[in-house]
Nanobody
């Protein structure tokens, strides 16, 4: 599975931004078989869980730090997962990566098997 994120950039505090992650080269199962997650990382820190979404899209889970501001969704027909971000804060500045797993939905990077390269999001104050 290959994952490619897009939509990052430089925004101001309070702005909104939508990240996309398109999957390709799925050789085992189908896209709808994979739980999808978003993580973020800043220099010198460990990768941090942001959100994940079930295979059907009916179940989602968020880190407390983004709950109420970020929304994860997916379009299985387009093999794409999204992260809609609103009320952005400078502390949201990070490289955001999407990930996929056929395992259960757990808020841990170790649970995921496939990763994208990441997209930089910078929030200025």
């Amino acid at each position: 599975v290959q994952l490619a994120e897009s939509g990052g950039g430089l925004v101001q505090a309070g702005d909104s931004l939508r990240l996309s992650c398109a999957a390709s080269a799925i050789t085992f199962g189908s896209y709808s078989s994979y739980v999808m997650g978003w993580f973020r990382q800043t220099p010198g820190k460990e990768r941090e869980f942001v959100a994940h979404i079930s295979t059907s899209g009916r179940s989602t889970y968020y880190a407390d730090s983004v709950k109420g501001r970020f929304t994860i969704s997916r379009d299985n027909a387009k093999n794409t997962v999204y992260l809609q971000k609103s009320g952005l804060k400078p502390e949201d500045t990070a490289v955001y990566s999407c990930a996929a797993t056929m395992g259960g939905a757990r808020p841990s990077a170790a649970n995921y098997d496939y990763w994208g390269q990441g997209t930089q999001v910078t929030v200025s104050s």
